[in-house]
Structures are given as C-alpha cells and as structure tokens.
C-alpha cells in the first residue's frame, strides 16, 4: 500500500523535524521550547506533503534548509539562551569563524544539542531513502513552498508580529519565522527620515595626544571599580584618588562589535543613519585629520570588523593578522610593544582595540601573571561568572600596563579613554553573550585619565554625568581635536541602542536619561510606526 508509505515516510520527517524539541525540550529541559499543538500539526502536515513530493532535488533541498536553519537555532538557543531573530542568521553566516571557535569551547554544553541534530539528520535521511516507496503527486511541491512561505505571506497580512519569535513554542517554527524576517527584510526598501545634514564647526584642538581604548565585552556591572562586590579592578580602584582619573556608566550604541563600531566612530545618533555612515561626516578619524592629528589604529581584531568605520582617514593601521603569533602567545602586551613603534607627530589620535574579554573567557586567563587556579563550577552560570571575573583581572592587569606605556611614550598632554563595544550577558535570566536587545548588554565602562594635560573638560564632563552614552563620548571626543558636531536632528530626551543591521528596517530600543538613569523603552522597527521617530 503506497499511501501507508507514505504515512511512515511522513512520520520520520515529523520525528526528525521535531526531535530536538523532544529531546532538548521535553527530555533534558536544556531549552524552553515546547510542540504547541498548533506547531504538532503544522510539522505533520509538511510532512506528508514531503513525502508526496515527485522531484527529489526538491525534497533534499528543503530538507537540507530546514537542516542548516535549525543548526543555528539550536546552537544560538542553547548557548545564549533565547531564539534566533532575523539579524543572528546574517551573522551566522559572516562570524562563521568566530561561531566556530566559541562552539568549540563549549563543546560541554553544546554536545546534546549536536547529538539531537545528528539523530534528527539521521530520522530525515531515512525518510528521505523511504520516499522511493510511496506514491507521489504532482504539484505537491508547490503546497510545500506554500507552507515554507506561510510567515512572509502572513507578514504582509498581520505585519511585524508574524515575525516575533517564542521561546515557548517550537524551534522550527521559530526558525521558520526568523528566516521570513531575514527575507522581507532584506527586500523591503529602506525607510528614509530624511535627516538634515550634521554640521561641523572647528576651533582650535584641546589636547595634543588623544588616545581611545576600545574594550571588548566589557560591562562595569561585574568591576569592582563600578561597585562590584569583589576585587577585580584593584589598578583601576587605585585611580579613583586621582585628580586625573574620571569615570561614569557608559550605553553603547550597539549590541555587538561590528555595528557598534560603525556607530561608534561615526558619531551616530538617530535610527536608520546610512546616510551619515556613508558620507562620514562625523567620522571621528575624519576629524582628527581635520585638525591635523596624525591617526592611528591598532587592533587585536580581524580587518572585517571595520567596514565603514572610516579606515580612509587612518595613517598606520594594524590588524590581528599582523601579530597572529605574538596575540596567541603572549596575550595583549603586543599591542603596546606595537604603541612603542609608533612614530608619532605632533598631535596623535590613536585607537587601541582590544580583543580581550571576549568569549571564551576563560583563554585570557594564562596571559595574567596573577591568576590563582580556579575551582570548577557546576552550574554553567557561576562557572561564567568566575571565568567573566578572571578575564576582568586580566583587563585591569593590562590597563595599569597600558598607562604605564604610555606615561612614558606620551608624558606630556595626553588623554587616555575607554569604553567598551558592548556588555555582555552572564547569566541574567538564563542570557548569556551579547546581540540580545537588552539594558545588561548595553552596559559599559567610560573613563577617561589625562597625563599632564591643561586641559580637563573631558574629566570634568564624566564626573558631571551619570551616564554618558556612546554618543555622548563621541562627541566629546571631537571637541578635544577642537570639532564641534552640530547634529539638527539630535532628540534632546531619548538615545537610541541600534539592531545589529544597519541596512536593513532595524529593530531598536530608545532610551532616556531620567534622573541619573537609563530607562529603556519598548523596542521598535524602523518605519513599523506610520508617525516615525525623531
Ligand atoms: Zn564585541
């Protein structure tokens, strides 16, 4: 009897499709995800219509999407705790490296996820050879690509909810709808503000040598600069004596690295801001060059990450490949023994960008003289903690470093600031990693320590301001090359934490300063509002 082929055809490919949700889901409780009956029969009916499928291409080519969809769902889910959106797959494909590495360290976690894919791909093989068997229909290919489409078709329909993901509901059904999301979006036409131009003014330059350190991963929750319980940050605690040293809660402008700093050193503001990144008005390197400072860029970072950041004004730039060898071997040190190479002019812009802490924490930990072995932890989140917290020690083993450097190489007018990409999630509600549009993943540390310097507004700024966004520090940051960033479109309450695709209708989260705090709001997409935002 074909039909009853059919039938178990179709049973493999619903147990295939559904089985790390049983396992990972029901079984080991690694994930929230459950089978709604709605998600139960969805998946049983693209299953038989699966197996009336006639071409054979066809049905391996869905099979194989479904596959490569589900791999980055169950790896992001397991790992940062929460379902992919539409901005994780297009990092999945640019970060595969990166991904790659990450995954590697978390081998332990990880591994159930990996043995829920292979039985998966094993049930789905199976039904797939089985299909030899079972009667088929013309035309059943087109139901398929139906039920495939359903989200984007749904989108145009009930509009952006079609897209929201659930971290109760099944995986593939969440799959399915990131990747509609990933689609329309990247076809829909960008929505246009029509922003009025920056304007910029220029005077005469504060300070001679302006240096920025651009952290990685960093929030000043887990520093115990910033009030953390334990003794992480004793250099940095030492500076807060110090008439020289200021230092505030920072928000970054982003959720992970590579938008960040686009946003970062073009003085962004507003949502949607392609125009600005283009044109570079308020390009930071640009300005320095303006007023006639010799810039510099040394980075523990790939070139990849510095698309639009403005590398047409920089005069030495450096990238991780450059000192691959010297980076693994002896950690974050080469940077500096880099800055004592430099030859500098008479004004100098440098921007040091650093590679630590970023995930796995834990590989900083043998660059740090001081380090005391560590215990290990049972519970995934304590045993983040600790690794987070160690590789914080190793961040203020290389800040002491670092202004040691350059007290000597710069010893006269000379600002040294910090802040960081992004923060980073350890734990909170289960969340770990950045990328999530969340207040923990926007907080960094901003300070600022000057070296015989006249000039004091950038200190005397931060010890004004409880909070200083990335925006904020940018534009103090002109000021000191003596560039006044006039922005006519700049909202005098609300600061925006932008999504993770420039190009695209971006998700994004407004937030205000109100008294001394951030108070973020409800997250937004560009042009779903018919009113706009400012
Ligand atoms: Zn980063």
Request: net charge neutral; hydrophobic share 40%.
């Amino acid at each position: 009897m074909p039909l009853m082929q059919n039938l178990i055809c179709a049973f493999l490919f619903t147990l295939g499709i559904l089985f790390p949700d049983l396992y990972l889901g029901y079984g080991i409780k690694m994930l929230s995800c459950t089978v709604p009956l709605n998600s139960l029969l969805s998946v049983c009916g693209l299953s038989i219509a699966l197996s009336f499928v006639k071409n054979h291409k066809f049905l391996v080519a869905v099979m194989v999407f479904i596959m490569i969809g589900q791999c980055i769902q169950l790896n992001h889910w397991a790992y940062f705790g929460a379902p992919i959106n539409s901005q994780d797959i297009s990092k999945a494909f640019t970060e595969l490296e990166e991904i790659f590495q990450t995954g590697l360290a978390h081998t332990n976690i990880l591994w159930p996820v990996w043995l829920s894919q292979i039985t998966s791909l094993f049930l789905i093989g199976l039904g797939i050879l089985h299909t030899k068997k079972c009667q088929h229909f013309r035309f059943t290919e087109t139901l398929v690509m139906l039920a495939i489409m359903a989200n984007p078709i749904l989108f145009y329909i009930k509009g952006a909810p079609a897209f929201h993901t659930k971290p109760i509901s099944s995986t593939i059904h969440n799959t399915l709808r990131a990747f509609s999301s990933w689609l329309v979006n990247s076809q829909t036409p960008l929505h246009d503000f029509n922003y009025k131009p920056y304007q910029i003014t220029y005077r005469s330059p504060k300070i001679k040598n302006v240096i920025l350190i651009m952290g990685e991963s960093i929030s000043s929750r887990y520093m115990q600069l910033y009030g953390y319980k334990e003794a992480n940050t004793p250099f940095l605690n030492t500076l807060k004596k110090d008439q020289n040293f200021a230092y505030t809660k920072g928000i970054s402008s982003s959720v992970d690295t590579l938008t960040g700093l686009q946003l970062f050193f073009n003085t962004i503001h507003n949502p949607a801001p392609l125009q600005f990144i283009q044109d570079k008005s308020a390009n930071l390197f640009k300005l320095a060059r303006h007023q006639g400072y010799k810039t510099f860029l040394i980075s523990a970072q790939g070139e990849g990450l510095f698309h639009e950041v403005g590398t047409q004004f920089i005069d030495f730039y450096s990238f991780k490949n450059d000192k691959l060898k010297e980076l693994k071997a002896n950690g974050e040190d080469v940077l500096l023994e880099m800055l004592t190479q430099l030859k500098f002019d008479t004004k100098n812009f440098i921007v040091i960008h650093l590679r630590h802490i970023h995930e796995p924490y834990a590989q900083w930990e043998k660059y740090f003289p001081k380090k005391e072995s560590q215990k290990p932890e049972n519970s995934r989140a304590q045993q983040t903690r600790n690794e987070y917290f160690h590789a914080l020690s190793y961040h203020d083993h290389w800040v002491e470093q670092c202004i040691d450097c350059i007290r000597k190489i710069l010893p006269d007018d000379t600002i040294i600031i910090f802040t960081s990409d992004h923060g980073q999630l350890i734990g909170e509600d289960g969340l770990f990693g950045h990328n999530l549009m969340r207040s923990e993943v926007v907080d960094v540390p901003v300070w600022a320590y000057s070296i015989n310097s006249a000039d004091t507004s950038l200190n005397a700024y931060l010890k004004e301001q409880p909070i200083c966004s990335h925006y904020d520090l940018g534009k103090q940051i002109a000021k000191l090359f003596g560039a006044e960033i006039i922005n006519p479109n700049e909202d005098p309450i609300l600061q925006f934490v932008h999504g993770t695709e420039l190009h695209t209708n971006y998700v994004f989260m407004p937030w205000k300063k109100i008294d001394g705090k951030a108070q973020f709001l409800k997250t937004e997409q560009i042009g779903a509002n018919k009113e706009g935002t400012k």
